[in-house]
């Protein structure tokens, strides 16, 4: 006969949400992911190094203020890329 242990229950604090959070509410917007001009593939490395040149602008009908390019690695095909985005960063 075995006797079984009682399963561990979890302490009280580390259920639910903390006393006094509220629900977040949560945006949705799209984002298109950068995809490699050589394989048409958007599976990338985690972006390493970044240049950044404050320029302010329109693109494709919104304001930036930076440019900003990030390296990264096509992981399907290896070719490495520049990301480029137009950011737009509270002043
Ligand atoms: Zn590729």
């Given at each position: 006969?075995?006797?079984?242990?009682?399963?561990?229950?979890?302490?009280?604090s580390a259920a639910?949400?903390?006393?006094?959070?509220?629900?977040?509410?949560?945006?949705?917007?799209?984002?298109?992911?950068?995809?490699?001009?050589?394989?048409?593939?958007?599976?990338?490395?985690?972006?390493?190094?970044?240049?950044?040149?404050?320029?302010?602008?329109?693109?494709?009908?919104?304001?930036?203020?930076?440019?900003?390019?990030?390296?990264?690695?096509?992981?399907?095909?290896?070719?490495?890329?520049?990301?480029?985005?137009?950011?737009?960063e509270p002043e």
């Open positions: 006969m075995s006797a079984k242990k009682p399963a561990p229950r979890p302490k009280p639910g949400r903390p006393a006094g959070a509220t629900n977040r509410e949560y945006d949705e917007v799209e984002s298109a992911p950068t995809r490699c001009r050589q394989c048409g593939s958007t599976s990338r490395s985690a972006y390493f190094g970044r240049n950044t040149v404050v320029q302010m602008g329109e693109h494709e009908g919104r304001p930036y203020n930076r440019i900003v390019w990030r390296r990264c690695r096509c992981e399907a095909c290896g070719q490495h890329r520049f990301d480029k985005s137009f950011e737009l």
